[in-house]
């Protein structure tokens, strides 16, 4: 018991229950406190022994309630390090330095629109993980390609396309919030807003275009603007200006100012504008992550 904190807020601790929150492996994760039980009149009394059980089973249910979402957690990370064995020059860093800068250009967009802080830092967390796995597809790619010193040949660029598809398809079985996000973010982090981008309309499951989304040759017609999720179009922007800030197996690191006019060149083209705008205001925050995560 700290009597500080007594002392801090005026206010008088008289009685405790205090319950370990133990993991299956009765391990302490927290603990549950009680204070001041009260009779009905208002009087603080002890607490009674029968109250005890009740409470057990609280703090059991909180227990577990903890350990799944570590689960969840540990997992999700377990899948960023396994993405990161097949490519540890591009996606160790890279996976961080985009997920920073989704939350904060995110949260930069959150608040010109006026949505409340609470709901704004829970979307930030799932968006942070959603943007940790946005080239999750890239393992289902040939090392040929994945790492190929070279540019593409137009083939293999097709194949590489398909990691959208195989990232998003991870998480097709929605059921959670974090699933939505990491699907859209998966598939839609290639979209461009003015609708030139892929993979586009497509079945998860096949790769092929979605009934009544194809062109004249068949292909799936790409999404463009709000057609696009809000996080595929965040992630979009940030993995664009990690990439060209970046150096990869086939080219040197972009110097800044060059990279900073393609992003301006690209608002309502590539990139949705609000997005470019937001991105602009916390680059000071942007570029302190770079150093952060190098």
């Given at each position: 018991f700290n009597k500080s904190i007594d002392e801090s807020s005026n206010y008088r601790t008289q009685s405790i229950?205090?319950?370990?929150?133990?993991?299956?492996?009765?391990?302490?994760?927290?603990?549950?406190?009680?204070?001041?039980a009260m009779d009905e009149s208002g009087?603080?009394?002890?607490?009674?022994?029968?109250?005890?059980?009740?409470?057990?089973?609280?703090?059991?249910?909180?227990?577990?309630a903890l350990e799944r979402a570590q689960l969840?957690?540990?997992?999700l990370l377990r899948m960023i390090s396994m993405?990161?064995?097949?490519?540890?020059?591009?996606?160790?860093?890279?996976?961080?330095?985009?997920?920073?800068y989704s939350i904060e250009i995110y949260e930069t967009w959150a608040k010109k629109k006026n949505i409340p802080q609470k709901e704004i830092d829970k979307t930030k967390d799932i968006l942070r993980m959603a943007a940790m796995l946005h080239d999750v597809g890239k393992v289902a790619i040939s090392d040929t390609i994945l790492k190929k010193p070279a540019r593409f040949t137009d083939e293999e660029y097709k194949i590489m396309q398909k990691h959208t598809t195989f990232?998003?398809?991870l998480f097709h079985n929605i059921t959670s919030d974090f699933d939505e996000a990491?699907?859209?973010?998966?598939?839609?982090?290639?979209?461009?807003?003015?609708?030139?981008?892929?993979?586009?309309?497509?079945?998860?499951?096949?790769?092929?275009?979605?009934?009544?989304?194809t062109d004249s040759d068949g292909n799936p017609l790409p999404k463009n603007g709000e057609e696009i999720p809000l996080f595929g179009r965040i992630v979009a922007l940030s993995d664009v200006y990690d990439a060209l800030s970046s150096a990869r197996v086939y080219k040197e690191a972009w110097d800044e100012e060059r990279v900073l006019s393609i992003i301006r060149e690209e608002?309502?083209?590539?990139?949705?504008?609000?997005?470019?705008?937001?991105?602009?205001?916390?680059?000071?925050t942007i570029k302190s992550l770079?150093?952060?995560?190098?």
């Amino acid at each position: 018991f700290n009597k500080s904190i007594d002392e801090s807020s005026n206010y008088r601790t008289q009685s405790i229950l205090t319950i370990p929150l133990k993991t299956s492996t009765g391990k302490i994760t927290g603990v549950l406190q009680l204070i001041n039980a009260m009779d009905e009149s208002g009087k603080v009394i002890h607490f009674r022994k029968e109250l005890e059980p009740y409470c057990g089973y609280f703090a059991n249910n909180a227990a577990v309630a903890l350990e799944r979402a570590q689960l969840t957690r540990t997992i999700l990370l377990r899948m960023i390090s396994m993405a990161e064995l097949r490519d540890p020059k591009e996606t160790g860093n890279h996976v961080n330095r985009v997920a920073g800068y989704s939350i904060e250009i995110y949260e930069t967009w959150a608040k010109k629109k006026n949505i409340p802080q609470k709901e704004i830092d829970k979307t930030k967390d799932i968006l942070r993980m959603a943007a940790m796995l946005h080239d999750v597809g890239k393992v289902a790619i040939s090392d040929t390609i994945l790492k190929k010193p070279a540019r593409f040949t137009d083939e293999e660029y097709k194949i590489m396309q398909k990691h959208t598809t195989f990232g998003a398809r991870l998480f097709h079985n929605i059921t959670s919030d974090f699933d939505e996000a990491a699907k859209d973010v998966a598939l839609n982090h290639h979209e461009r807003y003015e609708g030139n981008g892929y993979p586009g309309y497509v079945d998860l499951m096949t790769g092929e275009a979605l009934p009544g989304y194809t062109d004249s040759d068949g292909n799936p017609l790409p999404k463009n603007g709000e057609e696009i999720p809000l996080f595929g179009r965040i992630v979009a922007l940030s993995d664009v200006y990690d990439a060209l800030s970046s150096a990869r197996v086939y080219k040197e690191a972009w110097d800044e100012e060059r990279v900073l006019s393609i992003i301006r060149e690209e608002r309502g083209k590539q990139f949705d504008p609000e997005i470019v705008d937001a991105f602009f205001v916390c680059l000071p925050t942007i570029k302190s992550l770079q150093k952060r995560y190098p």
